[in-house]
């Protein structure tokens, strides 16, 4: 065998990421560990769950804690380490969000601020999920359009949920993680109570079924079956 052979044998392979970290005294494996999760957070795009974070800890690391101390030491920081969508996230603290606005303008990439009908037919489908367009349209006493159900579509705030045993068997439309990720949520048990925002006087459940709000909804064509 070749010396180029002999450095690329299948079984020349790294060496296993070494979670456990034995070696270390208690203090400084915690600080270690700390590091890795911080860093696995902070690197990716979109909420990182625990079961991707224990690939880097060990068996005997409690992540609610090292998520707690992580939390502490960036209390004075302009960014924190959130709970949402199932997952932990770097957020930037919403007192500054005028600062980043006037820095770079409009949001992100791919997203757009929504209209006050897409907002309530957002809402509707969170709170009533899963539903059809039809039921959403008799909510509203207005036929709700596929291009408004589109919109929400296209910024994956909604998804097909499971057909409806409706004659013709309609989709149904449901939330997504990205929807709990925009509004930081970390399921939907966090959205307020319908009752709450009642008393509120923020949303009136009588109005949305006697077709009350809103006057600005598209009209659309009658609801069959959808892809």
């Known amino acids: 065998m070749s010396e180029a052979s002999a450095r690329h044998k299948p079984n020349d392979q ?3 990421l070494d ?9 400084l494996r915690w600080r270690e560990w700390m590091g890795r999760v911080e860093a696995v957070i902070f690197s990716a795009s979109e909420p990182v769950t625990r079961s991707v974070l224990a690939r880097v800890v060990g068996k005997n690391c ?11 030491e960036l209390e004075g920081r302009p960014y924190e380490l959130v709970s949402v969508a199932g997952g932990w996230q770097h957020r930037t603290k919403k007192v500054f969000g005028d600062i980043i606005h006037a820095a770079f303008g409009t949001a992100g990439k791919g ?3 929504l209209s006050q009908s897409e907002a309530l037919v957002l809402m509707c489908i969170a709170y009533f999920q ?3 367009r039809g039921e959403l349209s008799s909510f509203f006493g207005k036929e709700v359009s596929r291009d408004l159900i589109g919109v929400l579509r296209r910024q994956e705030l909604i ?4 057909r409806s ?12 993680k990205t929807f709990l990720s925009q509004f930081g949520l970390d399921t939907l048990r966090q959205l307020p109570d ?3 925002l009642e008393d509120a006087g923020l949303l009136s459940k009588e109005k949305l079924l006697a077709g009350g709000i809103p006057a600005d909804l598209p009209s659309g064509e009658d609801d069959v079956v959808e892809d």
């Open 130 to 132: 899963p539903i059809t």
């Open 165 to 176: 045993p409706q004659p013709g068997a309609p989709y149904t439309y449901v939330t997504t």
């Open 19 to 27: 979670t456990e970290l034995d070696h270390l005294p208690p203090e």
């Open 14 to 16: 790294p060496a296993l």
């Open 111 to 113: 997203t757009k601020e």
């Open 62 to 72: 409690k992540l609610e804690l090292i998520i707690d101390d992580i939390r502490a």
């Open 194 to 196: 319908f009752e709450a």
């Open 159 to 162: 998804a097909s949920g499971p």
